[in-house]
């Protein structure tokens, strides 16, 4: 079994919601990585038998570390219409809410379609070398990435930097065909971008990230086990948090992804 | 009493939550506008006795339509550490949600900060002439607009457009110190996007939105009654749903917001 089809398995319970467990194998400084924990949000919803539709848009709020170890998740579908659906998910751990989320499915149709945001012109990801990553934290190895701009630990000369934006390739290690959940993981795959602009590493950690889902499911199935070309920006920081801005491509350039963080850092 | 306090006023149940009543002066095609909704949704966490901190960011996600009339309001503290607050609102007419909302506070301090985003060269509010929008319907009235680029209506020739960007001077009509509130319905102020790209106007609407305050109470207070320069555009447009990007800034140029949303269109 895939490392990520393991971290986001989740047990139905007989009283109703579904037991999870934190994963090592995508371990963080402190608690899980937060892409992971989305991951197990949208998983609740995704195994729900009266889901109806694809995932279109999330939010996740981090509302506190999880604990190693066993959570609780619970889905209610608050609203279901005729071809749409909203959910609030909550994970818990000894009853207190750990993280939040809200989910909006629906059934897709096609559409006219265009993608206004182009992916910038790059390199193609054999021709940038592998990143070897300062941080020895579990979750980095999950993933292979290939910094075009930004990487961390690049000329950590403490001078401020103009830019907070990081360009990468990246996909799951071992590759495993994108889907919903593993590309929502996905968006929150950038350090935070305090530590790009300031050159240094502060304490800072995400607070909620909402993810819009361009990938349909023929979108998904065409990008596979391909890399993804992710693209990540703050616009401001002020008062203990910043946001950032972000967008996935799929390795033909389909726009897959945006997302808006919310992440707090100290300074 | 300014018709936005109006619209966002709520009385206290006995039973708990409160009673709120959509706004007849802002009025939209089908509904309310989205952005006094979602300033009922964070009013309802303002005027909770326990919440801690200002409004750091929040997602509102348009379940349903609101019918015209009262509504019930209930937000619920899901966790709250020693200086944040994470909620979930519902607002729900006939004991069915029609609006779910996740808001996070925090008590904010003075860190390091920067703008990341500048606002655009643009010529003063005072140099643009308002604008005369075609639409019929309330909650236009309720706001001042003048256009640098992309107004609704101009140049409808049905000939599909490279950008969807609008740009505008917009500020409460009457004027009204900016609050949270005011600045999350302001978030709003945007027509669809894909009247833009498409130079016509479709079925749609927006289901989810999220919005990061860069503005705590300084910010607020410093940008009164002034101006706030709005930008959105969309990144990407499949199967059925667009996103939105936006920012705010203040008449001297502060980031004040920024924003993602999600929106329906049928075409």
Redo the contacts between chains.
């Keep these: 079994m895939h490392p990520f089809d393991a971290a986001i398995a989740l047990a139905a319970r007989p009283e109703g919601g579904w037991l999870g467990h934190t994963s090592t194998a995508y371990g963080n400084m402190v608690g899980p990585f937060g892409g992971i924990t989305a991951a197990q949000a949208l998983q609740t919803v995704m195994l729900d038998a009266s889901r109806q539709g694809e995932p279109?848009?999330l939010?996740v709020?981090f509302?506190?570390p999880l604990d190693a170890g066993e959570f609780v998740a619970t889905a209610r579908a608050?609203?279901t219409?005729r071809s749409?659906q909203?959910w609030?998910v909550?994970l818990q751990q000894q009853g207190?809410?750990?993280v939040?989320?809200?989910v909006?499915t629906?059934l897709?149709?096609?559409?006219?379609?265009?993608?206004?945001?182009p992916p910038p012109p790059v390199q193609p990801p054999q021709a940038v070398p592998p990143a070897r990553m300062p941080a020895p934290v579990a979750w980095i190895d999950r993933y292979e990435m290939r910094f075009l701009e930004g990487a961390l630990g690049g000329a950590a000369d403490g001078a401020e930097r103009p830019?907070?934006r990081t360009r990468l390739w990246v996909r799951d290690a071992p590759p495993r065909p994108l889907d919903a959940t593993s590309l929502v993981a996905l968006a929150d795959v950038f350090y935070p971008r305090i530590f790009r602009?300031?050159a240094r590493m502060v304490p800072a950690g995400t607070?909620?990230m909402?993810v819009?889902l361009?990938?349909?499911a023929p979108?998904l199935a065409a990008a596979g086990e391909g890399w993804l070309l992710a693209q990540a920006?703050?616009?401001?920081?002020?008062?203990?948090?910043f946001?950032q801005?972000a967008?996935l491509w799929s390795e033909s350039g389909v726009?897959l992804a945006?997302?808006?963080q919310?992440v707090?850092?100290?300074?």
């Design positions: 279109v848009a939010t709020n509302c506190a608050v609203r219409n749409t909203h609030i909550e207190q809410t750990c939040s989320a809200t909006f629906a897709r149709r096609q559409t006219w379609a265009v993608d206004e945001h830019s907070s602009r300031r607070v909620s909402t819009h361009h990938a349909d979108a920006q703050a616009q401001g920081f002020r008062s203990g948090y946001d801005s967008q726009l945006t997302s808006l919310t707090y850092y100290k300074d």
